[in-house]
């Protein structure tokens, strides 16, 4: 993965969405771009022009903390974006690639809720009972050593599109949370995004937006063969010990159709 075109990309993809008047700058005449200006964003933050553009052609070794904080801050970055520019600024190495510890699997079997952990390429690699009815659909998939995978499924599986009864929503949110772990794992993550861009334009579209998301709460809306539309709530926690995997519990409101789909689920388990 070329991690100086991705910051290039993703610099021009932010500057181009900011109009003059939304960074308080006056305008005359008639301009060639909707965006900012090279020169503008180096205004706005506060640097010469000549080390915007390097920073824009990909260059960010060096960059301090400070002067990121005021290129997120130019850019109106969000939270996302924010971590995103940061983790493109690291140029971290791959996480490691290694078995899954024992105690995960307990600890995810041990949930009464459907409970999973995935890694950056958004493999399933561990689910409890609940979770593997749940994600019966995508896991009938897996072929080994290839395990299931949430991106491959929505992109290259037509089961998707009645998985997800908003599969435009689910789309755009996979593509997103990709492109965000790319930004911490870029090694890791090529071969899979090399091979879904292959085959989806779907997903070279979305893919070429470079839109990141922070995906640690909100709620999934499923279309379950089983037991038909239900909508969970999510939290997603990162696992320190085992850095690039995530631990994803969904719940559901008590007595609601939902909690009522869980059950039902529950009883498949059995």
């Known amino acids: 993965m070329d991690i100086k075109q991705d910051v290039r990309q993703f610099l021009v993809s932010r500057r181009a969405r900011i109009t003059p008047k939304q960074a308080g700058i006056p305008t005359y005449g008639r301009r060639r771009v909707s965006g900012l200006r090279r020169s503008e964003v180096a205004q706005l933050t506060g640097i010469s022009e000549d080390y915007y553009v390097q920073l824009e052609r990909g260059d960010l070794s060096g960059v301090s903390e400070g002067v990121l904080h005021a290129l997120a801050g130019a850019l109106r970055m969000d939270e996302a974006e924010r971590s995103h520019l ?26 009464r809720t459907p409970a999973f952990v995935r890694n950056s390429c958004l493999d399933l690699i561990a689910v409890n009972n609940l979770a593997r009815i749940l994600y019966a659909p995508l896991l009938a998939n897996e072929t080994p050593p290839k395990p299931a995978n949430f991106a491959r499924f929505c992109f290259l599986d037509p089961q998707a599109q009645d998985f997800y009864p908003d599969w435009e929503t689910a789309a755009d949110a996979t593509v997103a949370l990709m492109r965000t772990e790319a930004g911490r794992d870029p090694h890791g993550t090529h071969g899979l995004v090399q091979e879904i861009a292959d085959q989806s334009e779907p997903f070279r579209r979305r893919w070429a937006q470079h839109e990141v998301v922070l995906h640690h709460t909100g709620v999934k809306d499923l279309q379950h063969p089983a037991v038909g539309q239900f909508r969970l709530a999510f939290e997603a926690l990162p696992l320190p010990a085992d850095p690039g995997l995530t631990l994803a519990i969904y719940t559901s409101t008590p007595e609601s159709r939902s909690a009522q789909a869980l059950e039902a689920l529950l009883t498949l388990t059995a």
Do not use: S
């Open 86 to 111: 940061f983790d493109l600024a690291r140029q971290p190495a791959a996480f490691p690639r290694r078995p899954l510890r024992p105690g995960i699997q307990q600890m995810v079997d041990a949930i």
